[in-house]
């Protein structure tokens, strides 16, 4: 039997959201999917603790998810939103930034160019982050979460500012990452083609009002 990461039953969120109940799969591809409205990306933030469910249970590995320490957690279920917040200076400055406040040590930059062509990045380390495009800077976000290679990978509208041909090629980039590093992906996808050629699991959601 597929051992289930997450598991929920009967989840609400602050009245309004309710969710039928759900299991995502560990070391597949899930999507999630539904109309808008249907709390896609709130249900990513119930995953790494973001925010807390009003009612009902979420279990990740079998605990409540309210077991786990939320830093921790948050480290271990990387929740990559749809809005870049990057730091001033270079892509360079921008890892070394992110993994002195995790108090990691940085990767030598073979392993950084080699996210960032995960990415569909093609500047070197010393390219300043006030050059880049809007979708650049989204996939540089992606790219900076990517490097720690976190068990669980949340990924809100990840390709959203790319064209079909580059969305494909970063979505098979992504995958085949995971794939190298024993990662579950779990991707919020409005594009029907991306899901249908990556999924091994969909979680459809319906658009269900609390009462």
């Given at each position: 039997?597929?051992?289930?990461?997450?598991?929920?039953k009967a989840l609400c969120y602050q009245g309004f959201l309710e969710y039928q109940d759900i299991g995502i799969p560990e070391n597949k591809v899930t999507f999630l999917t539904g109309e808008s409205g249907?709390?896609?990306?709130?249900?990513?933030?119930?995953?790494?603790?973001?925010?807390?469910?009003?009612?009902?249970?979420?279990l990740y590995r079998g605990r409540p998810i309210e077991a786990y320490d939320s830093i921790p957690l948050r480290?271990?279920?990387?929740?990559?939103?749809?809005?870049?917040?990057?730091?001033?200076?270079?892509?360079l400055e921008n890892f070394e930034t992110v993994y002195r406040l995790r108090e990691c040590f940085l990767p030598d930059?073979?392993?950084?160019?080699?996210?960032?062509?995960?990415?569909?990045?093609?500047f070197p380390l010393d390219q300043?982050?006030?050059?880049?495009?809007?979708?650049?800077k989204?996939?540089?976000?992606?790219?900076?979460?990517l490097s720690f290679a976190p068990p669980v990978l949340l990924l809100d509208e990840p390709?959203?500012?790319?064209?079909?041909?580059?969305?494909?090629?970063?979505?098979e980039n992504l995958i085949g990452f995971c794939r190298e590093k024993k990662m579950t992906p779990?991707?919020?996808?409005?594009?029907?083609?991306?899901?249908?050629?990556?999924?091994?699991?969909?979680?459809?959601?319906?658009?269900r009002n609390a009462v």
């Open positions: 039997m597929q051992e289930m990461l997450f598991q929920t249907s709390g896609k990306s709130t249900l990513l933030k119930l995953f790494n603790r973001s925010i807390s469910p009003s009612s009902g249970s979420l480290r271990e279920v990387s929740l990559v939103s749809q809005s870049a917040y990057l730091f001033d200076g270079t892509i930059e073979a392993y950084l160019e080699k996210i960032l062509r995960i990415c569909m990045l093609q300043p982050t006030a050059n880049l495009s809007g979708g650049e989204q996939r540089l976000y992606i790219a900076l979460f390709t959203s500012a790319l064209d079909q041909a580059n969305a494909h090629g970063m979505m779990i991707i919020v996808s409005h594009d029907r083609t991306l899901v249908e050629t990556y999924q091994e699991c969909i979680v459809e959601l319906q658009r």
